[in-house]
T-cell receptor, first 114, second 114 residues
Framework: DTGVSQDPRHKITKRGQNVTFRCDPI?????LYWYRQTLGQGPEFLTY????????KSRLLSDRFSAERPKGSFSTLEIQRTEQGDSAMYLC????????????FGSGTRLTVV | DAKTTQPPSMDCAEGRAANLPCNHS???????VYWYRQIHSQGPQYIIH?????ETNEMASLIITEDRKSSTLILPHATLRDTAVYYC???????????????WGLGTSLAVNP
């Protein structure tokens, strides 16, 4: 296991379409996070899972956004009825419970809504 | 969580030490200082963290002032591959509670020049 994997790396979609991103964390990490990053800004927290439980969700996440981690392993982030403002890099990270706030990030999925 | 202040940009000559400052004057006693960096088009990468004492690992050294109101990340021999945005984040590392998010600022954009 070499790290956190995200798929796809790039996604171009038309406004109004639904998109789904996948994240595979490091296998020993039971905590998984989704962040969003727009150009020139730091990452913004979206949501956090411990095993399969979604324990925290940002108010940034509108009803169009949903995340799941059904078996406590991989996670998906779905955006319904995409808008141009959803264009961003979507980052996934995972962490081990004994490592505090040390995250391992994936390379991200860059979403462009046209 | 305490806020941090970092210079927006810095330059460093290749082979010289890069000293990146961070001000966190409102830090609480149980809050750690974390450093991450983000190379262009990649996810953030953990560098180092500390509470009170200076820390060193294979990537960098972290110097925290005695009053803990500021810190400096030192890259002892900067290379071109160290060109990145460096983020200083202050966060309690306790595992209690469901608040696991990191609050990211704008960071310092470090350019290592040949």
């Amino acid at each position: 296991d070499t790290g956190v994997s995200q798929d796809p790396r790039h996604k171009i979609t038309k406004r109004g379409q639904n998109v789904t991103f996948r994240c595979d964390p490091i296998s020993e990490h039971n905590r998984l996070y989704w962040y969003r990053q727009t150009l020139g800004q730091g990452p913004e927290f979206l949501t956090y899972f411990q095993n399969e439980a979604q324990l925290e969700k940002s108010r940034l996440l509108s009803d169009r956004f949903s995340a799941e981690r059904p078996k406590g392993s991989f996670s998906t982030l779905e955006i319904q009825r995409t808008e141009q403002g959803d264009s961003a890099m979507y980052l996934c990270a995972s962490s081990h419970p004994g490592q505090g706030m040390v995250y391992t990030f994936g390379s991200g999925t860059r979403l462009t809504v046209v | 969580d305490a806020k941090t202040t970092q210079p927006p940009s810095m330059d460093c000559a290749e082979g010289r030490a890069a000293n990146l400052p961070c001000n966190h004057s409102t830090i609480s006693g149980n809050e750690y200082v974390y450093w991450y960096r983000q190379i262009h088009s990649q996810g953030p990468q953990y560098i180092i963290h500390g509470l009170k004492n200076n820390e060193t690992n294979e990537m960098a050294s972290l110097i925290i002032t005695e009053d803990r109101k500021s810190s400096t990340l030192i890259l002892p021999h900067a290379t071109l591959r160290d060109t990145a945005v460096y983020y200083c984040i202050v966060r309690a590392s306790a595992n209690a509670g469901n608040n696991r998010k990191l609050i990211w600022g704008l960071g310092t954009s470090l350019a290592v020049n040949p």
